[in-house]
């Protein structure tokens, strides 16, 4: 992926492109047409997401919590916490998405803290709503 791709996500906007760099090979662009799940609740982990083109919802035991649409980031919070998908996404438009895997976490941290300070931060919020 191109680092000019990431850098149309918020939360990378600021990360200089050296750091990025390290990333960008283990990111993917993955698409999903509109009714799609994305995430299951209560499924595995496994990656993260960020809205590139399109909108989601978020959803929990079937109630809306939330719209997301571009540059907003999706499925950290299982990833920071290790514990299983705490909501389902859904995509309400067709999406394409940055799909970041669970072991760039770590990867990230040495080069990018303030990236996951910013998903900790996010994390934070949305429990707190």
Known sequence: MDVSELKQIPLFAEVPD?????????????????GKTVI?????????YAIQEGTVKVERDGENL?????????GEQGLLDKQERSASVIATSAVRLIRIEHWELSRMQKAMPEVIEELRRKVDERTSD
Request: charged share 25%; aromatic share 12%.
């Open 18 to 34: 050296e750091q990025l760099h390290k990333i960008a090979p283990f990111t993917s662009l993955t698409s999903a047409g509109e």
């Open 66 to 74: 939330a719209e997301l649409g571009p540059g907003d980031v999706f």
């Open 40 to 48: 299951r609740e209560g499924g595995y982990s496994n990656d993260f």
